[in-house]
């Protein structure tokens, strides 16, 4: 089975701070990956994918990708109280359609 | 239309009854997926659709009884329900390795 592993949280950040959010994964062959915010009994909501080695920006969230070291994390600027939710890193297994969710990090933004 | 539209929302049910859930896309994603979640929990995956052809089953128990009728629409069929398949259920789509998007989920009871 392969396995995605996200630090277990929960995580508390002050208004206006950075969260970090961290990711890695067992299958060497996965080539997508993403970060889902998921509020209380609500969808997981895509808020970044990316497929290659480096940064990808858009707007306050930055996803950071290391094929090497199987590493994937997320980080969040200026965190705003709308953003206290659980994030979920996912990973496509070895190119296949699947899907595998880590656990999850809860991420609360304190006013 | 960027949008996964799952029916009905909400839904209790006895262990004795049959019952349907319904998802509908018009992006034309080409696959498209069942997962479960339970609280405090990632999603599972429980099928994939891939073309319209089952390519997946994660080793589901018979009670669920998945259907794609077309390439726009999945069932869930549901038979003789445990109080422990109470759960949020989730369908997604994605065209290839991109762009997994969740419908808003059925919230299952079974009583």
């Known amino acids: 089975q392969k396995e995605v592993e996200q630090n277990s949280g929960p995580l508390s950040v002050p208004e206006g701070a950075i969260a970090s959010l961290n990711c890695t994964y067992s299958d060497r062959g996965s080539q997508s990956f993403f970060w889902y915010r998921q509020y209380s009994g609500k969808s997981p909501e895509l808020i970044m994918s990316i497929y290659s080695n480096g940064d990808k920006e858009d707007g306050r969230f930055t996803a950071q990708l290391n094929k090497a070291s199987q590493y994937v994390s997320l980080l969040i600027r200026d965190s705003q109280p709308s953003d206290s939710a659980t994030y979920l890193c996912?990973?496509?297994?070895?190119?296949?359609?699947?899907?595998?969710f880590g656990k999850g990090t809860k991420l609360t933004v304190n006013p | 239309d960027t949008e996964v539209t799952q029916t009905p929302k909400h839904l209790v049910m006895g262990m004795t009854n049959k019952k349907s859930l319904k998802c509908e896309q018009h992006m034309g994603h080409r696959a498209m997926y069942w997962y479960k979640q339970k609280a405090k929990k990632p999603p599972e995956l429980m099928f994939v659709?891939?073309?319209?052809?089952?390519?997946i089953n994660e080793s589901v128990p018979s009670r669920f009884s998945p259907e794609c009728p077309n390439s726009s629409l999945l069932n869930l069929h549901l038979h003789a329900l445990q109080p422990e398949d109470s759960a949020l259920y989730l369908c997604a789509s994605s065209q290839g390795l991109v762009g997994y998007t969740f419908g808003s989920g059925t919230r299952l009871t079974v009583v």
């Open positions: 659709y891939s073309y319209e052809k089952l390519s």
């Open positions: 996912a990973v496509n297994e070895g190119g296949s359609e699947k899907l595998v």
